[in-house]
């Protein structure tokens, strides 16, 4: 399959256990990750270590992170496109990739994550204390 990587994992995934919206679709990949090519890694659990990674807590609460085997860092929607292509959406993988698409879905999802807080009900404006809190 393109894009897995031989070995005991494809791609370790850093997502907010505390958002609901990240957990359901988090919960959806593990079930069809049939394989078990993906870590799951939940960055507001109790004892998460950000040093592991790299990366500070405000940076992985920022948007989405991923860690290939060879340590390399991927963000974004390139994370999604390599969670779908381990379990088996390489069409859906394809579509996002065209030109302008791909730029659109990029925009997209970072105004998501920018407003992700807001939009899953965890703070009522823009000067969420929820937020504030998972930055420190």
Request: proline share 2%; aromatic share 8%.
């Amino acid at each position: 399959m393109a894009g897995v990587i031989a070995g005991d994992f494809a791609i370790e995934v850093f997502f907010d256990g505390d958002c609901p919206l990240c957990v359901r679709e988090m919960a959806m990949i593990q079930r069809r990750d049939k394989r078990k090519l993906i870590r799951f890694s939940d960055i507001s659990a109790t004892g998460f270590d950000t040093d592991s990674v790299g990366l500070c807590r405000t940076v992985l609460m920022s948007h989405i992170h991923g860690r290939l085997p060879d340590g390399s860092i991927v963000e974004g929607v390139e994370v999604f496109r390599r969670l779908y292509t381990v379990i088996g959406y390489g069409g859906v993988v394809a579509i996002s990739r065209i030109p302008g698409l791909s730029h659109l879905l990029e925009f997209g999802y970072r105004i998501f994550a920018a407003q992700r807080f807001r939009l899953t009900g965890r703070c009522a404006s823009t000067s969420c204390s929820m937020h504030s809190k998972a930055m420190d």
